[in-house]
């Protein structure tokens, strides 16, 4: 059993992305039923209604204060915290007890009393961690590109932290997406195991290079700061300094949700344009002909990069935007901090096409390596079996690593 935050096809975001992924993954060898918070299920009439309840909640401006307050009181995030308030861990005991699973995965936030249930019936527990909410909250607090982004950030730093610390030492599995956030999260909150399972991308067809870069673009889904952030600093940064150096004078900003914050500066430069949701990211990537990911804040790693890798689009990025990827400064993609650098950077592929081959083709080939559905399928694979493991099976495997004095496996990150 598999609950999640929101139910993830299609896949409009990184975070859905990914959830899809992970399901997927499971189905190649498992049955697996996913629970989503804001989809009903008609074989579960208790979890409906905690849906039910869950929208009450969110559209009650009373009902939005309170649940924020007692999330901060609790160490909580307010979406979980609405969630308990709607009796979804009530919800989730009738459905374990109805479906008997041979396992719980978890992803976030729903942790707080979800874990419990879990517990109770000693069933084991997979939690989807992906990255540590704590140093993401935090990078925010720093970089928001309003004050309001930074606010908000700051109350969760408070939370979020605690809420891991709390349930991450209960899980059987944890689940990240890179060996950094494995490191940190294996040191700061102790499960029992920790396993990378990376971010993965479909493999698509190599995408037509234009004869020169026609906009710099970026990709995201705008509700979170740190892509509020990057694209905000790319309309009024980096934008100006490319055309300044002769470069292409237009922006293109793909994605849902584009906040007031970006569209007054989008008003402000009439070379930007956002295009809100779109059939096909991969043709205006294409068209543009160029992906640049300022991004400066968040955890985890960047979906949109391995996105435009897949189909040999070139990329700029920060180092925290490229953080926790596989993927090498002059080799797959280009690395710059400041937005000078960054527009220098640009230029670079503008006047070179031969460049901005070499750099796609290298990074459609690290995708297909380390990045595929298939490269996802083995690493979720790996991370389960120890925990659908007969019994018999996995003493037999600690007697043995003990008579070896190796440590069981799974104790330690990988």
């Given at each position: 059993m598999y609950l999640t935050a929101d139910w993830p096809w299609p896949p409009t975001s990184g975070g859905r992305l990914q959830a899809t992924h992970l399901a997927d993954?499971?189905?190649?060898?498992?049955?697996?039923?996913?629970?989503?918070?804001?989809?009903?299920?008609?074989?579960?009439?208790?979890?409906?209604?905690?849906?039910?309840?869950?929208?009450?909640?969110?559209?009650?401006?009373?009902?939005?204060?309170v649940d924020a307050a007692r999330a901060l009181a609790a160490g909580r995030q307010v979406l979980l915290q609405r969630m308990l308030s709607a009796g979804g861990p009530a919800a989730l005991s009738e459905v374990l007890d109805a479906m008997r699973p041979d396992l719980v995965v978890l992803g976030r936030p729903y942790f707080d009393g979800f874990v419990d249930v879990a517990a109770e019936r000693r069933l084991p527990l997979m939690i989807e961690a992906n990255e540590d909410l704590l140093r993401a909250s935090r990078s925010i607090a720093r970089h928001g590109a309003t004050l309001r982004a930074r606010l908000v950030a700051t109350v969760d730093s408070l939370v979020v932290g605690r809420m891991q610390r709390r349930n991450y030492a209960r899980a059987d599995q944890l689940l990240v997406c890179s060996p950094i956030e494995a490191d940190i999260l294996a040191a700061t909150s102790h499960p029992k195991r920790v396993s990378v399972v990376p971010n993965v991308v479909p493999a698509v067809p190599a995408a037509p290079q234009p004869d020169e870069i026609k906009a710099i673009a970026f990709l995201g889904a705008y509700g979170y700061a740190p892509n509020e952030a990057a694209a905000i600093e790319l309309i009024e940064e980096i934008l100006p300094r490319v055309a300044a150096l002769g470069g292409p004078n237009a922006a293109v900003l793909i994605g849902r949700d584009p906040t007031r914050r970006m569209r007054r500066s989008a008003d402000a430069h009439p070379a930007a344009r956002l295009t809100g949701e779109v059939p096909d990211v991969v043709a205006e990537l294409s068209?543009?002909?160029?992906?640049?990911?300022?991004?400066?804040?968040?955890?985890?790693?960047?979906?949109?990069?391995?996105?435009?890798a897949a189909a040999g689009i070139p990329t700029v990025s920060t180092p925290f935007g490229a953080e926790g990827l596989d993927l090498r400064d002059e080799i797959e993609l280009l690395i710059a901090s400041t937005p000078d650098e960054i527009a220098v950077a640009v230029m670079r592929l503008h006047a070179d096409p031969d460049l901005r081959r070499r750099l796609g083709a290298a990074a459609r080939s690290a995708v297909a390596e380390r990045y595929s559905i298939e490269a996802g399928r083995r690493a979720v694979g790996a991370a389960m079996a120890p925990l659908l493991a007969a019994p018999d099976e996995t003493d037999a495997a600690a007697s043995a690593s003990r008579l070896a004095g190796e440590p069981p496996a799974g104790a330690s990150s990988t």
């Open positions: 993954a499971m189905r190649v060898e498992h049955d697996v039923t996913v629970l989503a918070a804001d989809r009903e299920d008609d074989r579960f009439p208790a979890w409906s209604g905690a849906v039910r309840a869950i929208r009450a909640r969110r559209s009650s401006p009373a009902r939005r204060a068209a543009a002909g160029v992906l640049v990911v300022p991004v400066r804040s968040g955890a985890g790693t960047r979906v949109k990069i391995l996105e435009a």
